[in-house]
């Protein structure tokens, strides 16, 4: 019985960022809402196992500064390497995006035989990408004028800071629900790589996996000629 064949979809760095941002969010979502809820039974038990209120404060300050190190090391592989240029490119938003939602609709309501064929990002994922990209900017640029205020007081208006609370804690709830509910649903939950999607630690994905999900991605990769092997085998 032959190995199933492995194929790597994710560099090294590509996967070193996805780490460094799952920590600090995680970090983040933890700390913050045991600040947001630390009149609750919860809150003040994660307050205890933070080591108590302040040293929660520096934990999420902390967290806040490695999420702020993991956008520019995003920024400098997108802008100054020719893999990060590629990724993003593959990232921009196309036509084929909306005919590939309306197929996958079609293909849901059982109008389709087939779902769509996508390349190396489905519409989904592309989804995801730019509503993080817009979370974790509001989250930096509401977090600095929460964290410097005293330096702020005399140069804003109060209700700027009021907005920037309550943009950072609405930003906070949407990251949270649109992780549990989507993301996570979507790469680990779901048929196809239900019970995890490993890829994201060793970067590798099967032939079949990246055929069934991936399959313009899985021609260009794995038979450049676009002659599908199960055509053979028919």
Do not use: C
């Amino acid at each position: 019985m032959t190995a199933e064949r492995k194929i790597q979809r994710f560099s090294l760095s590509w996967r070193i960022q996805h780490f460094l941002l799952m920590v600090s969010v995680t970090l983040l979502i933890i700390t913050g809402f045991a600040l947001k809820y630390h009149n609750t039974w919860l809150g003040r038990f994660l307050i205890f196992l933070e080591g108590g209120f302040e040293a929660r404060g520096t934990l999420h300050r902390i967290s806040a500064v490695l999420l702020f190190i993991t956008a520019v090391y995003h920024l400098i592989y997108i802008i100054f390497t020719r893999e990060g240029r590629a990724e993003f490119k593959e990232l921009l938003p196309m036509k084929k995006d909306f005919s590939d939602f309306v197929e996958s609709v079609r293909y849901d309501i059982g109008k389709n035989e087939k779902p769509p064929m996508y390349g190396r990002y489905s519409y989904k994922e592309k989804i995801q990408y730019w509503f993080f990209f817009l979370f974790v900017v509001l989250m930096i640029l509401s977090g600095i004028v929460l964290w410097f205020h005293n330096y702020f007081f005399g140069v804003l208006p109060k209700w700027f800071f009021d907005l920037s609370q309550a943009l950072h804690s609405a930003t906070a709830t949407l990251i949270i629900t649109f992780l549990v509910l989507w993301h996570l649903y979507l790469v680990h939950l779901s048929p196809s790589n239900f019970p995890i999607n490993t890829s994201f630690w060793d970067g590798y994905v099967s032939e079949e996996w990246l055929r069934e999900n991936h399959y313009l991605e899985y021609l260009a990769k794995v038979n450049p000629e676009g002659k599908d092997k199960g055509e053979d085998e028919q």
